[in-house]
């Protein structure tokens, strides 16, 4: 099952593009909950992937989430409280005007001539989905959310896939070693940047592999 969070794509919630945590670790506990509803699906081999965002925020619900029996990682994005685009004050004040008049500031995390600019505006690539933009007070939430340090609560089987020459690469490790748990595996593909496993056609059917191999085995 593939899914929208509440706030982007085809998902409701306003003001779009909200980012906060605990509404991600949410969304998943209600996608888990949902899809054990189906008679086809066993409810007692769950697992779940989560690529950039998702993959910090999945590994932050499976801490309290025993539903699920594996896990995956794909370039998680560990640097998410580093955002921070403008002063606190400044954040707080267009949080007011937005609870005042509707009207909400937003960010674009994504710099023209940059990786991410590769991929999200190419219209075959991520602009076909969609752009990145938040509104601005999801720094804020973001800031007292720290992926690393909560690795070191997870026990579930855990797999972590890295490209080689992903910006993310040096927190994911960090994350991965914080993980505490005596089943878990990391896999550095040569080669690929961080976008690269969104899409790449020479690195991503490798990584299917990898990642069914893994689950196949635990879930």
């Given at each position: 099952m593939v899914y929208d969070y509440s706030f982007i794509g085809a998902s409701q919630g306003q003001p779009r593009g909200n980012e906060d945590p605990e509404v991600k670790a949410s969304d998943i506990h209600?996608?888990?909950?949902?899809?054990?509803?189906?008679?086809?699906?066993?409810?007692?081999?769950?697992?779940?992937?989560?690529?950039?965002?998702?993959g910090v925020y999945l590994p932050y619900e499976t801490l309290r989430e025993d539903r699920l029996k594996a896990i995956v990682s794909v370039n998680p994005f560990t640097v998410i409280n580093t955002v921070e685009t403008a002063p606190q004050?400044?954040?707080?004040?267009?949080?007011?005007?937005?609870?005042?008049?509707?009207?909400?500031?937003?960010?674009?995390?994504?710099?023209?001539g940059s990786e991410g600019a590769e991929y999200y505006f190419d219209y075959q690539r991520g602009a076909a989905v969609n752009r990145v933009e938040f509104v601005?007070?999801?720094?804020?939430?973001?800031?007292?959310?720290n992926p690393t340090e909560l690795a070191k609560g997870l026990t579930q089987p855990y797999l972590m896939v890295c490209g080689e020459n992903a910006f993310t690469r040096p927190g994911a490790e960090v994350m991965f070693n914080n993980a505490v748990g005596a089943d878990k595996q990391l896999i550095i593909i040569p080669e690929a940047r961080h976008f690269d496993l969104y899409d790449g056609e020479k690195y991503v059917?490798?990584?299917i592999e990898d990642i069914?191999?893994?689950?196949?085995s635990r879930v």
């Amino acid at each position: 099952m593939v899914y929208d969070y509440s706030f982007i794509g085809a998902s409701q919630g306003q003001p779009r593009g909200n980012e906060d945590p605990e509404v991600k670790a949410s969304d998943i506990h209600s996608a888990v909950s949902f899809l054990a509803t189906y008679p086809n699906v066993d409810a007692d081999r769950l697992g779940a992937i989560g690529i950039c965002g998702s993959g910090v925020y999945l590994p932050y619900e499976t801490l309290r989430e025993d539903r699920l029996k594996a896990i995956v990682s794909v370039n998680p994005f560990t640097v998410i409280n580093t955002v921070e685009t403008a002063p606190q004050e400044e954040i707080l004040k267009q949080k007011a005007k937005y609870d005042e008049t509707g009207e909400a500031t937003r960010l674009d995390l994504i710099e023209p001539g940059s990786e991410g600019a590769e991929y999200y505006f190419d219209y075959q690539r991520g602009a076909a989905v969609n752009r990145v933009e938040f509104v601005s007070w999801s720094q804020l939430d973001w800031q007292k959310f720290n992926p690393t340090e909560l690795a070191k609560g997870l026990t579930q089987p855990y797999l972590m896939v890295c490209g080689e020459n992903a910006f993310t690469r040096p927190g994911a490790e960090v994350m991965f070693n914080n993980a505490v748990g005596a089943d878990k595996q990391l896999i550095i593909i040569p080669e690929a940047r961080h976008f690269d496993l969104y899409d790449g056609e020479k690195y991503v059917p490798a990584v299917i592999e990898d990642i069914t191999e893994f689950l196949a085995s635990r879930v």
